[in-house]
């Protein structure tokens, strides 16, 4: 059983309030600054859920390991192969931004790791094997992140 990135991501936010708590000595990033962690935040979060928008809106499955049934290459897909995981990225900066503790920006690097190196190289093996050549074109038009 694979463990889905929302989960992942919940966890690492988690982790992050922890991290915080237990080590408030870690704090580098104080006052209003701190706000700007909020506009990474609803970024992250508008490229996450537009992407979302395109899935439903062609009637293919969002949750990863289920088979797609439509390529989508429209909206934030003309940008990044990745919408969903990099705007949980950005979003997890954000959270670590408005935290301010040094600790908490290991979680969105450590999604972002997870996302690279285990779901996004599976996942395209799996549009490389439903889709061809069409997903092939796609992935030299388009980078994995931005």
């Not at 969903?84 to 959270?95: A, E, F, P, Q, S």
């Amino acid at each position: 059983m694979m463990i889905k990135p929302p989960y992942i991501a919940f966890t690492l936010l988690f982790l992050s309030w922890l991290a915080d708590y237990l080590f408030p000595k870690f704090r580098f990033i104080a006052g209003n600054y701190r706000y700007v962690g909020i506009l990474f935040f609803i970024f992250g979060l508008s490229i996450t859920f537009s992407s979302f928008y395109f899935f439903k809106k062609n009637k293919t499955p969002i949750i990863p390991g289920q088979k797609p049934t439509f390529m989508v290459a429209e909206g934030t897909y003309k940008f990044t192969r990745n919408p969903m995981y990099l705007g949980v990225t950005i979003g997890l900066l954000g959270i670590s931004v408005y935290i301010g503790n040094l600790l908490s920006f290991l979680s969105p690097l450590i999604f972002f790791l997870i996302m690279n190196y285990y779901f996004a190289p599976r996942e395209e093996k799996l549009m490389e094997s439903i889709f061809g050549k069409k997903y092939l074109d796609y992935k030299k038009k388009v980078r994995r992140w931005v």
